[in-house]
């Protein structure tokens, strides 16, 4: 067989249909992943074993919708509350909606600001991206004191997956 057969039919004729079959898999997967609610996947979390915790994660990129994703988030925390009214809740915000949690926002936005307290005086912990925050140019004492900045969201994600705690993202519309 001569040589550019070889190559035509041989060794590198399988990686095709592998790669393509690799790659719908993983669409599939991510697809699955990705259509579930937050609302399923809390009800989901909640039937089976127990997570340490979950970690509502805001994936809105623009400070307005702050305000149209947190009475979900509120929605969401009432739900845990309603089955396991001790598990240990956190929020995490760290794109530009954050800013939505610094005090001048707040005030100008009382819907906002009442889910926010209603979630402290719940226990739930909402977490900012400091360093975020410092890149974009801001100082994070502006953020209510509501809020605890982290150095790094990402990070801190990271870790409370390690942790075993479950990761669902939230965003104002699936």
């Not at 190559?7 to 990705?34: D, E, I, Q």
């Not at 240990?88 to 009442?114: A, D």
């Not at 994070?140 to 669902?168: C, H, K, M, N, W």
Request: aromatic content about 8%; charged content about 20%; proline content about 6%.
């Amino acid at each position: 067989m001569p040589a550019g057969d070889a190559a035509k039919h041989g060794a590198g004729a399988w990686r095709f249909p592998m790669v393509w079959a690799l790659l719908s898999v993983t669409l599939l997967w991510v697809a699955t992943a990705m259509a579930a609610s937050p609302e399923a996947r809390v009800d989901e979390l909640l039937a089976g074993p127990e997570p340490r915790g979950i970690v509502f994660e805001v994936v809105e990129w623009d400070i307005d919708q702050l305000q149209a994703v947190m009475p979900r988030i509120e929605a969401l925390v009432a739900r845990v509350r309603a089955r396991r009214p001790n598990l240990p809740v956190v929020v995490m915000s760290h794109g530009e909606e954050q800013f939505g949690f610094m005090q001048g926002h707040l005030n100008r936005r009382p819907q906002l600001r009442s889910i926010v307290e209603a979630l402290h005086r719940d226990d739930v912990v909402i977490q900012v991206c400091g360093g975020y925050a410092v890149m974009s140019g801001y100082d994070s004492r502006r953020f209510t004191p509501l809020v605890t900045p982290v150095a790094e969201a990402v990070g801190a994600l990271a870790q409370y997956r390690r942790d075993g705690y479950a990761i669902v993202a939230v965003a104002t519309a699936d």
